[in-house]
T-cell receptor, first 114, second 115 residues
Framework: AQSVSQHNHHVILSEAASLELGCNYS??????LFWYVQYPGQHLQLLLK??????LVKGIKGFEAEFIKSKFSFNLRKPSVQWSDTAEYFC????????????FGAGTRLTVKP | SQTIHQWPATLVQPVGSPLSLECTVE??????LYWYRQAAGRGLQLLFY??????ISSEVPQNLSASRPQDRQFILSSKKLLLSDSGFYLC??????????????FGSGTRLTVV
């Protein structure tokens, strides 16, 4: 079964700092990859996703992620964070032939100081 | 448009009491439905999923069960709660396909505290 590892449990940044959250997965096949975000008191929301094609995918709110197949990684980046980016971020992976088995990482809590 | 509803939002239950959490989806037919549990520092754990009425797949053996009595209704239950059942429970849905470029849409969750 697939698994997902997120390297950082809690990241604290100042506004305008650059962000990179690590995500590595383990799966013996072709995958779909996702980043979800959970703002305080809100639903878990899809931030961006990779299915195929360009390995650099852009999501909402200026976030992007790069799929590096050789490294089994899908790191999330943002050039300049804002206070409103304070949230918990989850990486997820799913085999392309199994829509019913999406696995999530433990999450990374991002705190942005104004 | 599709919407997903979960209730209650918070629940405090004594050990040994029964549990019933409900999730309903509107605006779509024959969705795939999921129950996840979110524990602090452990991410989201898939508990059950369903691809149709009466069809339940369990991912983790435990004190919980799930049922799907109607197409767009998914229920998480327990006959006797344990302290370890405390957590944040999330329902999600995805379009009715075993493959495809779909993510999941999550409900607002239920915070369960077993005391």
């Amino acid at each position: 079964a697939q698994s997902v590892s997120q390297h950082n449990h809690h990241v604290i940044l100042s506004e305008a700092a650059s962000l990179e959250l690590g995500c590595n997965y383990s799966y013996g096949g072709t995958v779909n990859l996702f980043w979800y975000v959970q703002y305080p008191g809100q639903h878990l929301q899809l931030l961006l996703k990779y299915f195929s094609g360009d390995p650099l995918v852009k999501g909402i709110k200026g976030f992007e992620a790069e799929f590096i197949k050789s490294k089994f990684s899908f790191n999330l980046r943002k050039p300049s964070v804002q206070w409103s980016d304070t949230a918990e971020y989850f990486c997820a992976v799913r085999g392309i032939y199994n829509n019913n088995d999406m696995r999530f990482g433990a999450g990374t809590r991002l705190t942005v100081k104004p | 448009s599709q919407t997903i509803h979960q209730w209650p939002a918070t629940l405090v239950q004594p050990v040994g009491s029964p549990l019933s959490l409900e999730c309903t989806v509107e605006g779509t037919s024959n969705p795939n439905l999921y129950w996840y549990r979110q524990a602090a520092g452990r991410g989201l754990q898939l508990l059950f999923y369903s691809v149709g009425i009466g069809q339940i797949s369990s991912e983790v053996p435990q004190n919980l069960s799930a049922s799907r009595p109607q197409d767009r209704q998914f229920i998480l239950s327990s006959k006797k709660l344990l302290l370890s059942d405390s957590g944040f429970y999330l329902c999600a849905w995805s379009p009715p396909s075993t493959t495809g470029n779909y993510g999941y849409t999550f409900g607002s969750g239920t915070r369960l505290t077993v005391v």
